[in-house]
């Protein structure tokens, strides 16, 4: 097996090489500021900025961050994800009131959108700043990054068009708006969204439907990390969904394990040729 050594900006569609690189993007934006900037320029992106802001109590996540690099072919605005066990309950919360989407699209969910207009500003102003040279735009995230990346890319869709991103890479995201915006955005992004669910990962099984429903198209990566496209949940994973507990939140589970980064990174790698 043969790994490349970094992204082929040249790339206009979601290849198995393609999904791991944008994976490894994923990744890095769980690190810190100058781990970022040093690998980013290592993948020959030479521009690099930073988004994040922090907020206070009672909002469930302390903080939304995010990074912008820039080469010379290709943008990549990668969002970060959180753990399992910090987004369950905000996950579960049904009294939590639905947020109007973009354009006044049909609705998301609040936690999502509240995060998402936190850095959304820094995010639309770095990329038409560094969008002058026809440059593939591509947005990726895992986790809670997973939402914020197809949010993002919905509000730019929407609400600024000519800066309609290339792709939406996403791994392991949740459940994350209604059906009125998931279908707004997929006549969008035909063929330019591909959403990574790995095996018995529990968090895109979350916010329960039928309020929240998942946008197109699923890339699900089964036992043996073989990728199948789909057009929905897989029928198994659906129908576990249906008995969810605290308890499918455990360490020790499937459905923790599969939603880490690292097995979806080794998972990918094995589709490398």
Not at 104 to 129: C, M, W
């Amino acid at each position: 097996m043969s790994v490349p050594t970094t992204f082929d900006q040249t790339t206009t569609s979601c290849s198995p090489t393609h999904a791991y690189w944008m994976a490894r993007a994923s990744d890095l934006a769980y690190k810190n500021d100058t781990e970022i900037d040093e690998q980013a320029r290592a993948w020959g992106f030479d521009t690099v900025r930073h988004h994040e802001t922090r907020f206070t109590p009672p909002f469930p996540l302390q903080d939304t961050q995010a990074y912008t690099m820039a080469g010379d072919r290709m943008i990549v605005t990668a969002f970060r994800g959180t753990e399992p066990a910090q987004i369950r309950d905000w996950l579960t919360d049904a009294t939590t009131p639905p947020w109007p989407g973009p354009a006044r699209t049909g609705y998301v969910h609040h936690g999502f959108a509240e995060a998402l207009d936190s850095v959304f500003p820094g995010v639309q102003k770095t990329i038409a700043e560094l969008r002058t040279n026809g440059q593939t735009l591509w947005f990726t995230g895992h986790s809670l990054g997973g939402a914020l990346a197809m949010l993002a890319a919905a509000r730019l869709y929407l609400e600024e068009p000519r800066l309609l991103a290339d792709g939406v890479v996403t791994f392991g995201q949740p459940r994350t708006c209604d059906r009125a915006l998931a279908t707004a955005y997929n006549k969008g992004f035909s063929n330019r969204t591909y959403r990574f669910v790995n095996n018995n990962d529990i968090v895109p099984q979350l916010p329960p439907e039928p309020a929240f429903t998942h946008v197109d198209a699923l890339r699900h990566i089964d036992s043996a990390g073989r990728i199948h496209q789909t057009t929905g949940l897989v029928p198994d994973l659906a129908n576990r969904a249906k008995g969810l507990t605290a308890a499918a939140f455990s360490p020790t589970g499937d459905g923790v394990r599969d939603h880490f980064m690292r097995n979806y990174l080794t998972a990918l790698e094995k589709n490398l040729a």
